[in-house]
């Protein structure tokens, strides 16, 4: 059974703060990806990999930065939070031969930033 | 660029009742067309999928969508539905010509009333 699993369900961290979240999974996959989803807006793409060390600007990667030193690993990373990243945050993986890059998602970890 | 309308935000349905989701996309050529289900807490779980071939796609727990090229449309239904569906469906919509990316719409919340 495929697997991607998200380091923290549920997150709380202060303005400024550094905030690492940490996506991992098991398919042997190239291609990785960090949603945020909010209400009304669904799920918006924040950046992408489609290998070690290659990273790509999603529509809105403002903010966030991200590591990939791994395959199967996949960190997306707050410099420094503010309260307007407070959001669900959706990991995703894909693969490159797989079916139409069909999408295999994370549970999400919910951040709180106050 | 590709785009997705999910026009409905909210829909209430009675169990047992019909459930139609509606979806509207945008992109010049065939696109990859799919339809992901988020229960509540939950990440997303792919429904079903379209690539060619057969317009009407059978997908799990009892879903179907059609693949209307003429109407840019893929709708999603169920002949009866239970209290267990009650989640947020997103449609995505993907093209080779994107990579490997996939652009969602903004979600309709399904309720399903006793």
């Known amino acids: 059974d495929v697997k991607v699993t998200q380091s923290s369900r549920y997150l709380v961290k202060r303005t400024g703060e550094k905030v690492f979240l940490e996506c991992v999974q098991d398919m042997d996959h190239e291609n990785m990806f960090w949603y945020r989803q909010d209400p009304g807006l669904g799920l918006r793409l924040i950046y992408f990999s489609y290998d070690v060390k290659m990273k790509e600007k999603g529509d809105i990667p403002e903010g966030y930065s991200v590591s990939r030193e791994k395959k199967e690993r996949f960190s997306l990373i707050l410099e420094s939070a503010s309260t307007n990243q407070t959001s669900m945050y959706l990991c995703?993986?894909?693969?490159?031969?797989?079916?139409?890059?069909?999408?295999?998602f994370g549970p999400g970890t919910r951040l709180t930033v106050t | 660029a590709q785009s997705v309308t999910q026009p409905d935000i909210h829909i209430t349905v009675s169990e047992g009742a019909s459930l139609e989701l509606r979806c509207n996309y945008s992109?010049?050529?065939?696109?990859?067309l799919f339809w992901y289900v988020q229960s509540p807490g939950q990440g997303l779980q792919l429904l079903l999928k379209y690539f060619s071939g057969d317009t009407l796609v059978q997908g799990i727990k009892g879903f179907e969508a059609e693949f209307k090229r003429s109407q840019s449309s893929f709708n999603l239904r169920k002949p009866s539905v239970h209290w267990s569906d009650a989640a947020e469906y997103f449609c995505a919509v993907g093209a080779r010509a994107a990579g490997n990316k996939l652009t969602f719409g903004g979600g309709t919340r399904v309720l399903v009333k006793p």
């Open positions: 995703a993986s894909s693969s490159l031969s797989g079916a139409h890059y069909e999408q295999y």
């Open positions: 992109y010049g050529a065939t696109p990859y």
